[in-house]
């Protein structure tokens, strides 16, 4: 029997563009497929066999459906689909999506299902996680560094580094990770510092391989402030996209992602570089609500600068952090190979020709510079 709810404000009819049903309805992939369609302007029609269902609430249209055990499932499917204008099938449930796959040939042949299997789904990430790590223990870096390499980490725990970093959105690409998973077992002990953090996707791969080397801490010093997102750079599209980010929204969501891995060895300073800089060879803690307080050893083994990339800001991080990491320490700039503006790259090529004496390995993967302080 077909019941639709709230059929009048059906955003279907007002869009032109076809329905997806989304059966079940109230699994909580359904309903984050839900709040995509909503953001995309796709309309949807919520559907389950539940007398009553909770999430129905939730959807702009709904229709009921027996259960796919019910003899009369089919029928009421075929007839859904009909008075409904549905152009395809949404669901996140394995048994269900299995049996519509199958059938939905019989029922309706021009409607099919929008979505992949949900088991391949579900597992799809993990597996790219473990071929990612398979790559990096098959296809080593080679490294010319002057520090003894520390045995590679298991298969698996480099999995669960890609697996756990991809989960987080951010700007650390595989090639980055592949790269820090690499540099990681050829430095020495220290802090593990951080310009630029954002929602925290590598800061968590930095805090997970310190913690997996046993480097030392993490230490992530970003102002969370709209004022230091302005990069100045060339063309203006990236600073047109400013205004769509709240940044105590963006440290929240940065708290949420490294929180569950921080045992007293992650910590955050919210302000400039430059100021993080004076802070940490002042006090060499960081205390927070969140992670509590953090003591550091006041010397960097693995410096990873992604803050603000104008050439001025670039330059100021450089400047402010570069002279705290040890002989056998790394200074990574991010971005360096960037399409926007040319800032990292200009006060990385300044530091390397400063500093050449003082570098024993240098090379760029990604789109970052690596260098090994002698
Ligand atoms: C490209 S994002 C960082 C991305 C992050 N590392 C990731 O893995 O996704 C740049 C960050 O630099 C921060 N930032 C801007 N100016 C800064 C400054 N003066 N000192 C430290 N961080 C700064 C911004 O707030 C922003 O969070």
Not at 31 to 51: M, N, T
Not at 314 to 323: H, Q, R, S
Not at 349 to 360: A, F, G, K, P, T
Request: net charge negative.
């Amino acid at each position: 029997m077909i019941n639709q709810g709230n059929s009048m404000d059906n955003p279907a009819k007002q869009s032109g563009l076809k329905p997806i049903l989304i059966f079940p309805a109230g699994m909580p992939r359904s309903l984050d497929f839900l709040e995509k369609c909503q953001r995309e302007g796709q309309p949807v029609i919520g559907s389950s066999s539940l007398a009553y269902d909770v999430s129905k609430d939730k959807y702009a249209a709904w229709t009921f459906l027996p259960y796919i055990t019910e003899p009369d499932f089919n029928d009421a499917l075929k007839l859904a689909i009909v008075s409904l204008g549905i152009g395809g099938i949404f669901s996140p449930n394995p048994v269900a999506w299995n049996y519509l796959k199958r059938e939905l040939k019989g029922i309706n042949p021009d409607v099919q299902m929008v979505n992949d299997s949900p088991v391949n789904d579900e597992l799809s990430g993990y597996r790219v996680a473990s071929a990612r790590a398979k790559k990096v223990i098959d296809s080593p870096l080679f490294v010319a560094s002057d520090i003894a390499s520390k045995p590679l980490i298991s298969a698996l725990e480099i999995a669960t580094i890609f697996r756990h970093g991809n989960v987080i959105s951010g700007m650390c690409d595989d090639e980055k990770i592949s790269a820090l998973c690499e540099i990681a077992r050829f430095s020495v002990a220290g802090d593990v510092v951080e310009i630029g953090s954002w929602w925290g996707k590598s800061a968590f791969v930095l805090a997970r391989l310190a913690h997996c080397y046993q480097i030392g801490k993490t230490l992530c010093v970003d102002p969370w402030s709209s004022a230091h997102l302005v990069q100045n750079d060339e063309g203006g599209l990236v600073d047109s996209g400013i205004a769509q980010y709240d940044c105590d929204e963006a440290l929240r969501v940065f708290e949420m992602n490294l929180l569950p891995y921080n045992a007293n060895n992650i910590n955050y300073l919210r302000m400039p570089s430059t100021e993080g800089a004076t802070h940490y060879v002042k006090t060499k803690n960081a205390t927070t609500e969140s992670f509590g307080s953090t003591d550091y050893a006041g010397q960097i083994a693995i410096l990873h600068i992604d803050g603000n990339h104008s050439y001025e800001a670039a330059k100021a991080d450089v400047d402010a952090w570069t002279g705290f990491v040890v002989s056998g320490g790394w200074i990574v700039i991010d971005d360096y190979v960037w399409p926007y503006g040319d800032g990292p790259k200009k006060a990385g090529d300044e530091y390397l020709l400063q500093n050449y004496h003082r570098i024993s390995s240098a090379f760029v993967m990604g789109t970052a510079l690596f260098m090994q302080v002698v």
